[in-house]
């Protein structure tokens, strides 16, 4: 069978450059496809703060924070409160992640020319007991240039690869469909759209211009998360948090649209633990959005006050950076789906 490249990557988000540009060092052909235009490449992560999990680094010496594999995985394993049979793979992933945070992955993106703040912050605290919820010690690290310079590295090493002449970029290619031969999904199809000279973020337009069709022995889905669009995350919302709030502001930009999800699905993808969501509740209308009904988050100051809609405090732990899915749980059962911050 003639293929296009051995590896297609849906997707190039942090995820998708990074596994683009290890499989270029892997001396594979990689054609690289989204949806976006070029200006977006990065997705997310050139807008988020880089915060990345690091466990018993030496920024935490520094400071005499005493960290360990051991206590890591505690941590990991009582914030995700992993009961059911389809979270043995995830388990995998929280002790093969850890092992990497503890191990490789400072050196590995040293290397590649990341620094990082030498003060870490204590992100997603819990607050409860050992075994519960939360870093039990700080281990936010943050990134030098924050989001985009975590993505710059990748982009680097992509960008050479297609000097190489094993990468092929395709923006503005939307994937509508995988199909399989001989049991392994190797064909992806879609539709070019029109291009697009918005800004980097901005919604565009979705006016079709023509398809693709395109094989590879190997197809990875980078394709990022659903919290662009609300109508998938309360249809998914978990059932122990009640109603969704009637209203909510987006943290992502329009392009992370959960559709990639449902083709994947109907192409034999196996989806598991889709009520699993993480939502921020201290978060705001961006006074000068950048996509529609933009949301930003406070970052937890050290003297906060937090009350519900009623002017009554938060209940401990329930304080800013402490247990954001706790705090959703408590201010949905007040009856209002705002709180004073
Ligand atoms: C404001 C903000 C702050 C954050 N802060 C942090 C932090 O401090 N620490 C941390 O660890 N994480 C943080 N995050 C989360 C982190 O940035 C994301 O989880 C991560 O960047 C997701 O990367 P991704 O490549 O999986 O997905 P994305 O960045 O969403 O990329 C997916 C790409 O796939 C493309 N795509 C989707 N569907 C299709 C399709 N059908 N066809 C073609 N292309 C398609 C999209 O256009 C997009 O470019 C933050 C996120 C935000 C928004």
Not at 104 to 125: C, D, I, N, T, Y
Not at 224 to 241: F, K, Q, S
Not at 296 to 325: C, E, K, M, Y
């Amino acid at each position: 069978m003639a293929y296009d490249a051995d590896v297609i990557v849906i997707g190039a988000g942090l995820a998708g450059l990074a596994a683009t540009a290890e499989l270029v060092d892997a001396g594979r052909t990689v054609i690289l496809l989204d949806q976006e235009p070029e200006q977006s490449i990065g997705g997310q992560a050139h807008w988020s703060f880089g915060g990345l999990f690091f466990v018993d680094s030496p920024e935490q010496r520094r400071l005499r924070i005493k960290d360990s594999h051991a206590l890591a995985l505690q941590d990991w394993l009582g914030t995700a409160a992993f009961d059911r049979p389809e979270d043995h793979w995830p388990r995998q992933w929280a002790e093969a992640y850890v092992d990497f945070a503890a191990g490789e992955k400072r050196s590995w993106l040293h290397r590649q020319g990341v620094r990082f703040f030498p003060v870490v912050g204590w992100a997603e605290r819990g607050g409860y007991d050992a075994n519960g919820h939360g870093n039990s010690v700080p281990r936010f690290h943050i990134t030098w240039g924050t989001g985009p310079g975590l993505v710059a590295p990748f982009e680097r090493r992509v960008r050479a690869g297609v000097a190489r002449g094993l990468v092929q970029l395709r923006f503005r290619h939307r994937v509508t469909g995988l199909a399989r031969s001989a049991g392994s999904v190797d064909t992806v199809t879609g539709e070019v759209l029109e291009p697009s000279g918005i800004e980097r973020g901005q919604a565009s337009s979705r006016t079709v211009t023509g398809a693709f069709e395109l094989k590879a022995q190997a197809v990875i889905v980078t394709s990022g998360g659903i919290g662009g669009d609300h109508d998938l995350v309360r249809a998914n919302w978990p059932e122990r948090l009640g109603t969704p709030p009637e209203r909510m502001v987006s943290g992502v930009p329009a392009h992370v649209d959960g559709r990639m999800l449902g083709i994947a699905e109907d192409a034999g993808a196996h989806l598991i633990n889709r009520d699993r969501m993480w939502h921020y509740t201290e978060g705001i209308q961006n006074w000068n959005p950048i996509w529609a009904n933009h949301g930003i988050r406070i970052l937890p100051g050290p003297s906060s006050l937090w009350l519900d809609a009623r002017g009554n405090r938060l209940p401990v732990p329930l304080f800013p950076g402490f247990d954001t899915l706790g705090t959703l749980e408590h201010i949905m059962s007040t009856g209002y789906d705002y709180t004073w911050f």
